[in-house]
């Protein structure tokens, strides 16, 4: 969270120690402790929230591509189809029955 190193700490512990004294020194930091821990967890649950409020909102946006590119798809497919391709022959009236007079080998 702060990019403070040693002397950053070590300098804020002589002002803490001259300021507050030796005895609420050790209060104070522990408390001071337990406040960024709270508003370091805090953070984290506000990081976690908001990443996955995104991936829901990336989620939504993929489906309904999805939706639109299967729709213009259909409508593609209606729009190339014609009548004629759609009409399938009636197999009974295409297929003659067979006659029931003998074929030419059969009169021989």
């Known amino acids: 969270m702060f990019d403070a190193g ?3 700490f070590f300098l804020i512990f002589v002002i803490g120690l001259l300021v507050l004294g030796p005895k ?7 408390a001071a402790g337990l406040w960024l821990g709270k508003a ?3 953070m984290n649950r506000l990081q976690r929230e908001i990443q996955r409020e995104m991936m829901i909102e990336e989620t939504r946006e993929a489906v309904e591509l999805a939706r639109k590119a299967s729709e ?3 409508l593609e497919e209606q729009q190339s189809s014609t009548p004629e391709d759609n009409h399938q022959p009636n ?6 029955p067979p ?3 003998g074929s030419e080998d059969d009169r021989g």
């Not at 197999?91 to 003659?96: F, K």
Request: hydrophobic fraction near 30%; aromatic fraction near 4%.
């Open 91 to 96: 197999t009974s009236e295409t297929r003659q």
């Open 24 to 30: 609420r020194l050790p209060r104070v930091a522990h």
């Open 6 to 8: 040693f002397q950053e």
């Open 99 to 101: 006659s029931s007079a």
């Open 40 to 42: 370091k967890l805090a």
């Open 72 to 74: 213009q798809r259909v």
